[in-house]
């Protein structure tokens, strides 16, 4: 099992419109066969030293293995995304792990 976990910073000007179309593409991925689970999500209201609540989302996608990744990797959706969205980036972080 892949665990691919990508945090999102939105750039502040961002408006409300474009997040809710940054969220509604980013739910497209769910679509792409090789995601084994999918789960997207804002910060959860929990208040600790040791928790990042400053992103903006977070997408968290499974892949049976490191092929099913690389697939994901160079899907159309995922292109497609990428290709429309990268210019709200302010910061992204990913970690994979297996």
Same mark, same amino acid.
């Given at each position: 099992? %892949?665990?691919?976990?990508?945090?999102?910073? =939105?750039? @502040?000007?961002? !408006? &409300? &419109?474009?997040? #809710?179309?940054?969220?509604?593409?980013?739910?497209? =991925?769910?679509?792409? &066969?090789? #995601?084994?689970?999918?789960? =997207?999500?804002? +910060?959860? +209201? %929990?208040?600790? @030293?040791? #928790? $990042?609540?400053?992103? !903006?989302?977070?997408? /968290?996608? /499974?892949?049976?293995?490191? @092929?099913?990744? $690389?697939?994901?990797? #160079?899907? +159309?959706?995922? *292109?497609?995304?990428?290709?429309?969205? *990268? %210019?709200?980036? &302010?910061?992204? %972080?990913?970690?994979? @792990?297996?």
């Amino acid at each position: 099992m %892949i665990a691919h976990h990508v945090l999102f910073w =939105l750039k @502040a000007d961002t !408006t &409300e &419109e474009q997040k #809710v179309a940054f969220r509604k593409s980013l739910e497209t =991925l769910e679509q792409i &066969e090789v #995601v084994k689970t999918f789960h =997207l999500g804002t +910060p959860a +209201p %929990i208040e600790r @030293a040791v #928790v $990042d609540i400053t992103y !903006t989302f977070s997408l /968290l996608l /499974l892949f049976e293995d490191m @092929a099913g990744h $690389d697939i994901y990797q #160079v899907h +159309p959706l995922h *292109k497609a995304f990428l290709d429309e969205f *990268k %210019i709200y980036f &302010e910061k992204v %972080i990913i970690y994979d @792990a297996n």
